[in-house]
C-alpha cells in the first residue's frame, strides 16, 4: 500500500537529521584524532623518537680488565688472559630453548653448561647478559659469528680471566677469583652492576678478596644497534670502563718459590720478614695449592683431593695457623721479668730437671737437670725450670702485656685470608671466656708456651723482628698500588730497655753458635752472617706419670698426628740484622732438628739473594745440602719462563 506524500516527507526529514547527526559525530572523531595525530607527530615528536630508538638500540655493561698483581720485582704473579667465550641476552633472544638447540648443533657445549646457563639466563633480568659458555676455542668462535643470523640474542666475544703464572707457589697469597654467586651477594653489601652478571670473576681468598675493590676497576658500556629480531646490528659507541688498578706485594716471588720447595713434604708454615720496613719477603704454606684450579671452576675430584687431605692444603698456616709456640715464647717472660726486676740477668736458677708447684711436678725438657742457671745459659741450652721459676715471680698478665708489645696474641692487618690473633691470655681472659680464675699453673705452662698461649708462624716472625730491631715493626704485604707506595712498616721504637734486648740476642746468638746451644748444628759458619735463634718444641699431648717412669716415647715412635709440633724463629746476620724468620712445622718433632734447618736454609736464601754456597754450611752436612740444593734447583728449573710471570 503506497505511503502518503506527508509521511514520506517526515521520514525524509527524520533520516537528514540522523545523518547529519552521525556526520557530526564522526567529524567530530576525525577532528580529536587529527588533534591527537597533530600532538603525537609535532609537539611529542622528540619523545617517540627517544621511545622508538630505545627499542632498537641497546645498552651493555663491558666488564673492566682486573687490576694485575705483582711482586716485588715487578713479576707479575696474578695477570689476565684472553678469553673467548659465547653470551646471550634473553630480552633479543625470543625462544630461549630454541636458540640453545641451534647453538649445540654448531659447536659443542656440555649438556651441565648448558643447564646452568639456562638456570642464570631465567634468574636475571632479561636484558642482563650471560655467558653461555667459556674458554671457547678460535674455530668455536669463528662458527659462531658465520651462524649469526640464525642465533638471535647470541653474541660471540673476546673476554679476559685471571690466570696465575706461579701456580701453587704463591696459591695462599694470591688466593683467587671465582665466579660470583647468590652467596657472595648475601654476604656484601654492594650495589656494583658488574655483580649482577653471572659468571662474573670476584675474589675470593687472599690478595684478591681483599683488594677487591682496587683490583675490579669499574664498568664501561656500549650502545648496539638490533634489529626487529633482537640480531645484533652494529655497535654504535662504547663507553671503556676504568680498570682496576695494579697491586705490588713485597713477595719476592724467587724467594717464595724456594720457600714452598724446601717445605715441601712438610705440613709447615714459614714467614720471612725484612727488618728496614717490615715487609714479608715469603709467607709459604705447605702443602700448597694451584689457585688457576677454581678460576675454571675445580672439578670434583681435585676438590675431594685438597679437602680431604690431612694436611690441609688448603689452610695458610703461615698466617691462620695458631700453635702454642713452646720455648720461643721465652724471650718474652724473660723480658718480661727482668723489666720488672724481679730477678737480674745474672741471677741464677737452680734447675734439678723439674719444679713442684703446689703438689703438681712440671718437668724439664732435661731429665737430669741443668743445675745452678742464669737467663743467658737458660736461653741457650733451654731450661724450662727456670721459666717456672721467674714467671711466678712477674705474674701472668705482665707476661701477658709483654708479649703483646711483641706482637703476640694481636691480629695484624694484612689483605690475605684467615689471619689469626692468636692468643696471649691473662686472667681477664680465663674469666671471661672460660669463666674460671687463672691459677699458678696456668702461669708455669704459660711461661714457656704453652697452655693457652697461641702464636702463628706470622706472629713469631714478628716478635723476632721486634727483638733485633726494638722497634715496634709492623708487617707489610702491599707495597704499592698503581705505583703510589704505601706506608712502611719499620716501626717505631717499643720503649723496651736496650741493654735487656742486647742480654736476650747474645743469648739467642749463643743458641746457634755455641757448641752447647740447643740449635748449634744448624747454624750458618760464614762470620758475617751468622745468626741468632731460638728452638722450640710444643706438645700435643699430655705425657702422664706412668710414662714418665717407663721413658717417655719417641715422637717417632707415634703416630703424626700426635708428635710434637717443631718451632724455630732466628734473625740475621747477628750484627746487623737483616731478615728474620719463623718456621713451624707441624707434628715435625724437635723444633732444633725439624724446624731450625729450615729456618737456617730459607735465612740464606735471603741473605745471598739465591743459592747460597756450599761453605755457609758446617762442613759435615755441606755433601747433604749439595744433594738437597740439587733438587730443589730442579724442581724450581721445572717452572717455565711464563710460568715464572715473564711478559714478553
Known amino acids: 500500500m503506497k505511503k502518503p506524500a506527508k509521511d ?114 631465567f634468574k636475571r633480568s632479561p636484558f642482563v647478559q650471560v655467558t653461555i659458555a667459556d674458554r671457547l676455542s678460535w674455530e668455536d668462535m669463528a662458527k659462531i659469528n658465520i651462524n649469526a643470523p640464525a642465533l638471535p640474542g647470541i653474541t660471540a666475544e673476546v673476554g679476559l680471566s685471571r690466570v696465575y703464572p706461579w701456580g701453587a707457589e704463591l696459591g695462599h697469597v694470591t688466593g683467587y677469583v671465582g665466579p660470583v654467586s647468590d652467596y657472595d651477594l648475601s654476604k656484601i653489601d654492594d650495589q656494583d652492576p658488574l655483580l649482577q652478571i653471572p659468571k662474573f670473576q670476584i675474589g675470593k681468598t687472599g690478595v684478591e678478596n681483599k683488594m677487591e675493590h682496587t683490583l675490579r676497576g669499574s664498568a664501561g658500556t656500549k650502545r648496539i644497534e638490533v634489529n626487529a629480531i633482537g640480531r645484533v646490528m652494529r655497535e654504535l659507541d662504547r663507553q671503556q670502563g676504568v680498570s682496576g688498578q695494579d697491586v705490588q706485594l713485597t713477595i719476592d716471588a724467587d724467594l717464595q718459590s724456594y720457600v714452598q720447595a724446601r717445605l715441601d713434604g712438610e705440613s709447615a708454615g714459614a714467614v720471612v720478614i725484612d727488618l728496614e720496613d717490615g715487609d714479608l719477603r715469603a709467607i709459604a704454606s705447605a702443602p700448597t695449592f694451584d689457585p688457576n684450579l677454581f678460576v675454571r671452576g675445580i672439578s670434583v675430584k681435585d676438590w675431594t683431593d685438597l679437602n680431604e687431605n690431612k694436611y690441609r692444603p688448603l689452610a695458610a698456616k703461615a698466617v691462620q695457623g695458631a700453635y702454642p709456640p713452646g720455648s720461643t715464647f721465652k724471650m718474652v717472660t724473660a723480658l ?32 737430669g737437670g741443668h743445675g745452678n742457671i742464669n737467663l743467658h745459659e737458660s736461653l741457650k741450652q733451654s731450661c724450662d725450670c727456670y721459666y717456672y721459676e721467674i714467671s711466678q715471680r712477674v705474674g701472668i698478665d705482665k707476661m ?79 707495597r704499592a698500588i698503581d705505583g703510589v707506595e704505601t706506608a712502611s712498616g719499620s716501626g717505631a721504637p717499643l720503649g723496651v730497655n736496650e741493654n735487656l734486648l742486647r742480654r736476650i740476642r747474645a743469648s739467642m746468638g749463643a743458641v746457634m753458635n755455641h757448641s752447647r746451644g740447643t740449635a748449634y748444628r744448624a747454624r750458618i759458619v760464614t762470620p758475617e752472617y751468622q745468626m741468632a735463634g731460638k728452638t722450640g718444641t710444643s706438645q700435643v699431648r699430655r705425657i702422664t706419670a706412668d710414662e714418665r717412669a717407663r721413658g717417655v716415647t719417641s715422637n717417632a715412635d707415634l ?20 731478615f728474620a724468620v719463623a718456621v713451624v712445622v707441624e707434628h715435625g718433632g724437635g723444633g732444633s732438628t725439624a724446624a731450625a734447618p729450615i729456618g737456617r736454609d730459607i735465612t740464606l736464601q735471603a741473605l745471598y739473594g739465591g743459592t747460597p754456597p756450599l761453605t755457609a754450611y758446617p762442613s759435615n752436612v755441606r755433601g747433604r745440602i749439595a744433594d738437597q740444593q740439587e733438587r730443589i734447583s730442579e724442581k724450581l728449573a721445572s717452572i717455565t719462563p711464563r710460568a715464572k710471570g715473564d711478559r714478553a
Open 336 to 367: 718480661a721479668a727482668l723489666e720488672e726486676g724481679v730477678i737480674g740477668v745474672d741471677e741464677t736458677v737452680y734447675c734439678p730437671g723439674y719444679t713442684d708447684v703446689y703438689g703438681t711436678r712440671f718437668h724439664c725438657w732435661k731429665r
Open 559 to 578: 703416630p703424626w698426628e700426635r708428635r710434637d709440633h717443631a718451632l724455630f724463629v732466628n734473625f740475621a746476620p747477628v750484627e746487623n740484622p737483616r
Open 400 to 478: 701477658a702485656e709483654m708479649a703483646r708489645r711483641f706482637g703476640l696474641g694481636i691480629k695484624h692487618d694484612l689483605p690475605v685470608s684467615a689471619v689469626v690473633a692468636g692468643l696471649a691470655p691473662d686472667k681477664e681472659w680465663k674469666a671471661r671466656v672460660r669463666g674460671e680464675d687463672w691459677r699458678i699453673g696456668d702461669t708455669v705452662n704459660a711461661s714457656i708456651g704453652q697452655g693457652y698461649v697461641l702464636s702463628s708462624p706470622l706472629q713469631l716472625a714478628i716478635m723476632t723482628a721486634r727483638l733485633a730491631t726494638g722497634r715496634a715493626i709492623e708487617p707489610r704485604l702491599i
Open 8 to 121: 514520506g516527507g517526515r521520514s525524509t526529514r527524520k533520516m537528514s537529521r540522523r545523518a547529519m547527526l552521525m556526520g557530526g559525530v564522526q567529524m567530530s572523531v576525525v577532528a580529536a584524532l587529527a588533534i591527537r595525530l597533530q600532538s603525537m607527530q609535532v609537539e611529542q615528536a622528540d619523545q617517540f623518537r627517544l621511545l622508538a630508538e630505545e627499542n632498537r638500540i641497546n645498552i651493555r655493561l663491558i666488564p673492566p680488565a682486573r687490576g694485575l698483581v705483582f711482586d716485588r720485582n715487578g713479576k707479575a704473579i696474578a695477570d689476565n688472559e684472553q678469553n673467548y667465550r659465547v653470551v646471550m641476552v634473553r630480552e633479543d633472544a625470543g625462544d630461549v630453548d630454541e636458540v640453545l638447540a641451534k647453538l649445540l648443533t654448531i659447536v659443542d657445549i656440555p649438556e651441565d653448561t648448558i643447564a646452568k646457563a639456562k638456570e642464570d639466563i
